[in-house]
């Protein structure tokens, strides 16, 4: 069977990463967190207390290695060989990600691996920049928007599950400012491809918007 390339890309908090582990699952294909690689590069750099600047973070791109890994608990994110799935939540790196993710070597190198990642199909990959650059030639993209409303009651639920505690008033703040640095960085700008499909999840379930992609998928499968 057809094995295709499927691009979800939206700002934080449009339902992403739940809706692509869930399609990934039920197509049995494989879930690429984008996100949690330039999350990784976070932590390294914020580790290393050095100052945010081209040759600073040139040269820790090139000394470190990022790994995806399956495992029965979902998806795991390595940094140098050390599990760093929980970590790289923390608010500290939510709040630097944007700003390092805006450097072109650290593009560069994370976009390099992703496309080898997902050369053979049977993937989902949810980014910013994927339907757009990583792999404009996939086979189905989705880009998923919802109300500003919505997406910080849902990464305010997040928060309290793992017992962050923020307020409603920091985190719009902090969504506000994602969306404002991820959309208007001049490397690789978050941006519905012209050739995407757009779903507003603002009102469904998460299980009727997979649905809606596993039925766009199947039909392109199938074809
Ligand atoms: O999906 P997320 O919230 O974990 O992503 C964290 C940040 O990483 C996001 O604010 C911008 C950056 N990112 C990116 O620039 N390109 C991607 N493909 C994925 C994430």
């Known amino acids: 069977m057809k094995k295709i390339i499927i691009a979800i890309d939206g700002p934080a908090g449009s339902g992403k990463s739940t809706t692509?582990?869930?399609v990934a699952e039920k197509l049995g294909y494989i879930y690429i967190d984008t996100g949690a690689m330039y999350r990784a590069v976070t932590l390294e750099w914020?580790?290393?207390?050095?100052?945010?600047?081209d040759e600073n973070l040139n040269k820790m791109m090139d000394n470190l290695s990022i790994d995806l890994k399956q495992s029965e608990w979902g998806q795991r994110t390595f940094l140098n060989h050390e599990d760093?799935?929980?970590e790289i939540r923390l608010p500290d790196v939510t709040k630097y990600v944007s700003p390092i993710s805006a450097y072109s070597y650290v593009r560069e190198k994370l976009?390099?691996?992703q496309r080898l990642m997902g050369k053979n199909g049977g993937v989902v990959m949810d980014g910013r920049d994927i339907g757009t650059v990583v792999f404009p030639q996939a086979e189905l993209k989705i880009y998923l928007v919802a109300s500003i409303s919505a997406r910080v009651q849902r990464r305010l639920k997040e928060s309290i599950a793992k017992g962050i505690n923020v307020s409603e008033y920091?985190?719009?703040g902090q969504i506000v400012d994602r969306d404002d640095y991820d959309s208007s960085r001049s490397n690789s700008?978050?941006?519905k491809a012209d050739d995407a499909t757009e779903i507003d999840t603002s009102d469904l379930t998460i299980?009727?918007?997979?649905?809606l992609i596993i039925d766009l998928a199947t039909k392109i499968i199938n074809k």
């Not at 299980?207 to 649905?211: A, G, I, K, R």
């Open 207 to 211: 299980e009727q918007q997979s649905n």
């Open 84 to 86: 760093v799935s929980s």
């Open 189 to 191: 700008p978050l941006r």
């Open 20 to 22: 692509a582990k869930i």
């Open 170 to 172: 920091e985190v719009k």
């Open 46 to 53: 914020l580790r290393s207390g050095l100052d945010m600047n």
């Open 111 to 113: 976009v390099e691996q």
